[in-house]
């Protein structure tokens, strides 16, 4: 009999709660998904982060306080898609993936490498161009390497990355330590003036910045990598928002307007 009440019991409190899940939903009505997009277009602005020190993907003119740079004209070609125009955050490179989890920004248009890592927090766009990352020394530097793994004999901070890049990720892949074994910066023109100023004996960067700088600083490509692909980042919960990033990426490609880009900016 208790065996048999006890199984009443289970069914009822079973059939009490299918009852309370149907009719709380009807009474408690699930707020409607404003998507960001949306929220772009009736705002009339989209904001998308950067750090303006890395030319020729963004830069910023500080007498007539404009952005420029090729990412700052691909995200100009996404706003023109959507019918708005860009605002942009400057910030350091490693603040960015913050600041677009929590919302702050829409997009993120940093050249800005594609690994798995980043692509666990945010959702990458379609790759936009690809890069090979270089090591640079001033021409009157004696240094060569073969590997990259050679910058392990360079140790007690003679190196300098950008804080939060691949070129970071890589050295500590290595098994070097940030402060112990090489030198980090937040932004790539504070890194560059620590190569020239002698307070690091080479750089690890993308190899476009070496091309940016190398009219502006004595300096030298001494090892490359193979080239590495680009991404726009924005938050998995805004799929409305990543497709209009990739639709212009790829009608960029099949019209020739970021290869125009390309030639503009990298020659």
Excluded: H
Aim: net charge negative; proline share 4%; with cysteine.
């Amino acid at each position: 009999m208790r065996k048999q009440a006890a199984i009443i019991g289970m069914i009822l409190c079973l059939g009490g709660g299918l009852a309370i899940g149907w009719f709380i939903p009807s009474l408690f009505p699930t707020p409607t998904r404003v998507a960001v997009i949306d929220t772009i277009q009736s705002r009339g602005t989209f904001i998308v982060g950067t750090s303006a020190d890395y030319p020729p993907f963004e830069d910023f003119y500080t007498n007539n306080d404009t952005y420029y740079g090729f990412d700052v004209d691909i995200a100009d070609l996404i706003a023109a898609e959507m019918g708005v125009t860009v605002v942009w955050v400057d910030m350091d490179f490693d603040s960015l993936i913050g600041a677009c989890t929590a919302g702050s920004i829409d997009m993120i248009a940093a050249a800005m490498t594609y690994n798995e890592v980043r692509a666990e927090k945010l959702a990458a766009s379609t790759t936009y161009v690809t890069v090979a990352q270089a090591v640079i020394v001033k021409n009157s530097s004696s240094m060569a390497i073969t590997a990259l793994d050679n910058l392990t004999i360079a140790a007690n901070q003679l190196i300098g990355v950008q804080a939060g890049t691949v070129m970071q990720a890589d050295l500590e892949a290595l098994g070097m330590v940030a402060g112990v074994n090489f030198t980090t910066y937040p932004r790539a023109d504070a890194l560059m003036l620590a190569l020239d100023g002698g307070a690091i004996e080479a750089a690890y960067v993308d190899e476009p910045i070496y091309e940016a700088f190398k009219t502006t600083y004595e300096i030298k490509v001494i090892f490359s990598t193979d080239p590495e692909p680009l991404a726009l980042w924005t938050r998995y919960s805004e799929p409305e928002l990543l497709y209009v990033m990739n639709k212009v990426i790829l009608e960029g490609y099949q019209d020739g307007t970021i290869q125009d880009l390309i030639i503009t900016w990298f020659g």
